[in-house]
C-alpha cells in the first residue's frame, strides 16, 4: 500500500494553524478596509499567457504549467519533439499555468473590468499563490499572499499610504519589522552614471542577490553578464551610499536617475509627519527582481526572526499596457503570511484566543445532566457564544483531556448539585478557578 504524502513545498492544516491564519488575515484585513481597499478574488488558473513574460527569465521558468485536458500531445510539433525543444513545447501541450503572484491577475482583472470600476481602484485580495521554487524554511511551492493595490493614480501619496499600511499591519500583529524602500528610477540612474544603461536589468538582477551572495557574488554576477570593470567599480561606489541626497552628484546625467531621488524625496517628507511604530529606511542595494517595477519598492524584514522579506512591492506605471490598457499607473505591496505565520510561530505571540474556535464546552455525568446542558447549550449559543457539548456522559477525566487537547479556555461541568440551584460551575482551564453561575450570569461573564 502507498504511503499517504503531499507535494515537496505544500503543507497540511489543522484547526488550530486554520484559525491562527485566519487571525493574521482578519487583522490585516481590518487595516486595508481603514484605508479604503475592496476585496477582490481572480482564478487558480490564469492562461499562460497572461503570466509569462511579466515575472523576468527566472519567474517564468517557476511557473507551474497545467496539462491541457486529454490528449494534451496532439498539437505538439513532430520536430520539436524528435529534438526535445521543452520550451516550444510547452505552450503546445500546456494553455494554462497556476497564478505566481496576485497583481498580474490583478491587471488582467482591471482591463476586462475597467468599464465596471472606479478609479483610482483600491482593491485588496487574499489568496493562495504557487511558485516551482526550492523549498527551505520561509520558501514554499504554496503560499497565500495578501495585497493591496491602487491603480489609476500617479500620486506618491499611495506610497506613503502603503507604507502606513505595511507599519500598521505588522504593529497589529505584534511583528517589529525594517521597511526597506528604494526606487526603479535610482537603479536606471545608476546604470546610466556606470555608462551601461542598455544593461540596466541584468545589473538589477545580480543587486537583487547581495543579501544571499554578496558583494564578490553580485560583481561575478555582473562580470557574466557582460558588464564590464569600470562600470562595476562605480556600481560598487554607488552601492556603498546610505542617505539618498548624496546620489544627486552621480546623477547629475541622468534625469531618470534624479527624478527617482525627487519621488523618494517627497515620498519620505510625508513620512516624516506620521507617528510610525516600525523603522523605514533607504536600501540602495534593494532592487526587486520583477521585471514590472518603475518606482518605488518596498521589502520588509522581521527584526528578531532571520527568514528573508515578509512584504514586498512597488509601483509599476504601465502594468495594464500589457494588456491593452496603457497610461495606467499602479502600486501596490504584498504581506507574505506563509513567512509572517512563521515568524510569530517563533516568537510566540498568537493571542491565546487563536487557538481554539470553542469558547466553552459543557461536561456532563449522566443522562439527566446531558438533558440539562443541551438547552442551556442552546441558550448560549443564541447569545453569540462559540459552544459545544461533550457528545456523551463519559469519565470527567476523558473529556477534560479532550478540553486541553483543543485548548478550550472555559469548561461549564454539569451535575446534580448544579442542576438543582438551576446553575453550571464554570471552569477557567488557565488559572484553574472555578465559580457556580446561572445560564444568564454565564452568558454575561463570556460576553463582557
Same mark, same amino acid.
Given at each position: 500500500?502507498?504511503?499517504?504524502?503531499?507535494?515537496? &513545498?505544500?503543507?497540511?492544516?489543522?484547526?488550530?494553524?486554520?484559525?491562527?491564519?485566519?487571525?493574521?488575515?482578519?487583522?490585516?484585513?481590518?487595516?486595508?478596509?481603514?484605508?479604503?481597499?475592496?476585496?477582490?478574488?481572480?482564478?487558480? %488558473?490564469?492562461?499562460?499567457?497572461?503570466?509569462?513574460?511579466?515575472?523576468?527569465?527566472?519567474?517564468?521558468?517557476?511557473?507551474?504549467?497545467?496539462?491541457?485536458?486529454?490528449?494534451?500531445?496532439?498539437?505538439?510539433?513532430?520536430?520539436?519533439?524528435?529534438?526535445?525543444?521543452?520550451?516550444? %513545447?510547452?505552450?503546445?501541450?500546456?494553455?494554462?499555468?497556476?497564478?505566481?503572484?496576485?497583481?498580474?491577475?490583478?491587471?488582467?482583472?482591471?482591463?476586462?473590468?475597467?468599464?465596471?470600476?472606479?478609479?483610482?481602484?483600491?482593491?485588496?485580495?487574499?489568496?493562495?499563490?504557487?511558485?516551482?521554487?526550492?523549498?527551505?524554511?520561509?520558501?514554499?511551492?504554496?503560499?497565500?499572499?495578501?495585497?493591496?493595490?491602487?491603480?489609476?493614480?500617479?500620486?506618491?501619496?499611495?506610497? =506613503?499610504?502603503?507604507?502606513?499600511?505595511?507599519?500598521?499591519?505588522?504593529?497589529?500583529?505584534?511583528?517589529?519589522?525594517?521597511?526597506?524602500?528604494?526606487?526603479?528610477?535610482?537603479?536606471?540612474?545608476?546604470?546610466?552614471?556606470? !555608462?551601461?544603461?542598455?544593461?540596466?536589468?541584468?545589473?538589477? %538582477?545580480?543587486?537583487?542577490?547581495?543579501?544571499?551572495?554578496?558583494?564578490?557574488?553580485?560583481?561575478?554576477?555582473?562580470?557574466?553578464?557582460?558588464?564590464?570593470?569600470?562600470?562595476?567599480?562605480?556600481?560598487?561606489?554607488?552601492?556603498?551610499?546610505?542617505?539618498? *541626497?548624496?546620489?544627486?552628484?552621480?546623477?547629475?546625467?541622468?534625469?531618470?536617475?534624479?527624478?527617482?531621488?525627487?519621488?523618494?524625496?517627497?515620498?519620505?517628507?510625508?513620512?516624516?509627519?506620521?507617528?510610525?511604530?516600525?523603522?523605514?529606511?533607504?536600501?540602495?542595494?534593494?532592487?526587486?527582481?520583477?521585471?514590472?517595477?518603475?518606482?518605488?519598492?518596498?521589502?520588509?524584514?522581521?527584526?528578531?526572526?532571520?527568514?528573508?522579506?515578509? &512584504?514586498?512591492? !512597488?509601483?509599476?506605471?504601465?502594468?495594464? !499596457?500589457?494588456?491593452?490598457?496603457?497610461? =495606467?499607473?499602479?502600486? !501596490?505591496?504584498?504581506?507574505?503570511?506563509?513567512?509572517?505565520?512563521?515568524?510569530?510561530?517563533?516568537?510566540?505571540?498568537?493571542?491565546? *484566543?487563536?487557538?481554539?474556535?470553542?469558547?466553552?464546552?459543557?461536561?456532563?455525568?449522566?443522562?439527566?445532566?446531558?438533558?440539562?446542558?443541551?438547552?442551556?447549550?442552546?441558550?448560549?449559543?443564541?447569545?453569540?457564544?462559540?459552544?459545544?457539548?461533550?457528545?456523551?456522559?463519559?469519565? %470527567?477525566?476523558?473529556?477534560?483531556?479532550?478540553?486541553?487537547?483543543?485548548?478550550?479556555?472555559?469548561?461549564?461541568?454539569?451535575?446534580?448539585?448544579?442542576?438543582?440551584?438551576?446553575?453550571?460551575?464554570?471552569?477557567?482551564?488557565?488559572?484553574?478557578?472555578?465559580?457556580?453561575?446561572? =445560564?444568564?450570569?454565564?452568558?454575561?461573564?463570556?460576553?463582557?
Amino acid at each position: 500500500m502507498q504511503k499517504p504524502s503531499i507535494p515537496k &513545498g505544500t503543507r497540511d492544516f489543522g484547526p488550530i494553524q486554520v484559525n491562527r491564519r485566519n487571525y493574521i488575515f482578519d487583522t490585516l484585513r481590518r487595516v486595508f478596509v481603514k484605508y479604503g481597499y475592496q476585496p477582490i478574488e481572480t482564478p487558480v %488558473m490564469e492562461n499562460l499567457s497572461t503570466l509569462t513574460g511579466k515575472y523576468g527569465e527566472e519567474g517564468d521558468q517557476l511557473l507551474f504549467k497545467v496539462l491541457n485536458s486529454g490528449d494534451f500531445l496532439r498539437k505538439v510539433n513532430d520536430a520539436d519533439y524528435q529534438e526535445g525543444n521543452y520550451k516550444k %513545447m510547452t505552450f503546445q501541450i500546456s494553455e494554462k499555468g497556476l497564478r505566481y503572484d496576485l497583481t498580474i491577475p490583478f491587471a488582467r482583472y482591471v482591463v476586462m473590468n475597467q468599464n465596471d470600476i472606479a478609479f483610482p481602484f483600491k482593491r485588496y485580495q487574499i489568496q493562495p499563490v504557487w511558485r516551482g521554487d526550492r523549498p527551505q524554511k520561509g520558501r514554499y511551492r504554496e503560499f497565500y499572499q495578501c495585497d493591496v493595490d491602487v491603480v489609476g493614480s500617479d500620486s506618491l501619496i499611495n506610497e =506613503v499610504e502603503l507604507t502606513q499600511i505595511y507599519d500598521e499591519g505588522f504593529a497589529a500583529l505584534g511583528i517589529d519589522v525594517v521597511i526597506k524602500m528604494n526606487n526603479r528610477k535610482i537603479l536606471t540612474g545608476i546604470a546610466e552614471a556606470a !555608462g551601461i544603461p542598455d544593461k540596466m536589468m541584468a545589473m538589477t %538582477m545580480a543587486i537583487d542577490k547581495l543579501d544571499k551572495i554578496g558583494i564578490d557574488g553580485v560583481k561575478d554576477e555582473m562580470r557574466r553578464k557582460e558588464i564590464n570593470e569600470t562600470a562595476i567599480d562605480t556600481i560598487e561606489n554607488i552601492l556603498n551610499i546610505k542617505d539618498f *541626497s548624496e546620489l544627486e552628484d552621480f546623477f547629475k546625467d541622468s534625469e531618470t536617475g534624479l527624478k527617482g531621488v525627487e519621488e523618494f524625496r517627497t515620498v519620505v517628507g510625508y513620512l516624516k509627519e506620521i507617528d510610525l511604530k516600525n523603522e523605514v529606511v533607504f536600501d540602495i542595494t534593494l532592487a526587486r527582481g520583477l521585471n514590472y517595477y518603475t518606482g518605488t519598492i518596498y521589502e520588509v524584514a522581521a527584526k528578531d526572526v532571520k527568514i528573508g522579506s515578509i &512584504g514586498g512591492g !512597488g509601483r509599476y506605471d504601465d502594468l495594464t !499596457g500589457t494588456f491593452g490598457l496603457k497610461g =495606467v499607473s499602479g502600486v !501596490g505591496v504584498s504581506f507574505g503570511a506563509a513567512r509572517i505565520y512563521d515568524v510569530m510561530e517563533e516568537l510566540d505571540i498568537f493571542p491565546d *484566543s487563536t487557538a481554539a474556535g470553542t469558547q466553552l464546552l459543557f461536561v456532563t455525568f449522566d443522562e439527566a445532566s446531558f438533558d440539562y446542558a443541551f438547552n442551556a447549550l442552546q441558550t448560549i449559543r443564541k447569545a453569540g457564544i462559540n459552544a459545544e457539548i461533550y457528545p456523551t456522559p463519559t469519565k %470527567m477525566k476523558k473529556q477534560m483531556k479532550y478540553a486541553n487537547a483543543r485548548k478550550i479556555p472555559y469548561v461549564a461541568v454539569v451535575g446534580d448539585n448544579e442542576m438543582q440551584a438551576g446553575e453550571v460551575a464554570l471552569k477557567n482551564m488557565q488559572t484553574g478557578e472555578q465559580e457556580n453561575l446561572t =445560564v444568564l450570569d454565564l452568558v454575561a461573564k463570556l460576553t463582557q
